[in-house]
């Protein structure tokens, strides 16, 4: 069974804020190549991502762009990623589960411990963020 609820226990810690020092704008963008790449590749995953994604390259440089603001501070995204989201059809807490899987593969290659655990954090609070989002669109238990 996938459940989500976990992804948004009180239990876990508070991020420190994003910090240019934090990383370097070569580690974010390695990191969301990496990750995405293997999101292409993966047989549950990837046909999801591949019939939302008509222009990878345009949305690559979005998610760096996002994740630079997340984990750097540099607030280049502009954006609202719920309502996107919100909109797919037919997510299951077990494809945010292998979105988080597989995130945490591609963090774990890293070389920065540092990176990896915040990214880790904050992956997992975007995942359930992005689940309770959707359910709440789709009358899921967590709507209102």
């Given at each position: 069974m996938c459940a989500m609820r976990d992804a948004m226990e009180p239990g876990l810690s508070e991020l420190p804020k994003p910090h240019p020092e934090f990383c370097t704008e070569e580690e974010v963008s390695r990191l969301v190549h990496a990750f995405y790449s293997k999101v292409r590749r993966d047989?549950?995953?990837?046909?999801?991502?591949?019939?939302?994604?008509?222009?990878w390259d345009r949305h690559l440089a979005k998610l760096v762009d996002f994740w630079s603001?997340?984990?750097?501070?540099?607030?280049?995204?502009?954006?609202?990623?719920?309502?996107?989201?919100?909109?797919?059809?037919?997510?299951?807490?077990?494809?945010?589960?292998?979105?988080?899987?597989?995130?945490?593969?591609?963090?774990?290659?890293?070389?920065?411990?540092?990176?990896?655990?915040?990214?880790?954090?904050?992956?997992?609070?975007?995942?359930?963020s992005l689940w309770y989002g959707y359910q709440s669109r789709h009358g899921g238990p967590g709507a209102k």
């Open positions: 047989a549950v995953l990837g046909p999801i991502f591949e019939s939302h994604v008509p222009e603001s997340a984990l750097r501070g540099t607030a280049r995204y502009r954006g609202s990623p719920m309502p996107r989201h919100a909109a797919l059809p037919g997510l299951t807490p077990c494809l945010f589960h292998r979105w988080l899987a597989l995130f945490r593969e591609t963090t774990a290659s890293l070389d920065n411990p540092a990176l990896q655990a915040r990214a880790d954090d904050l992956a997992h609070r975007i995942a359930g």
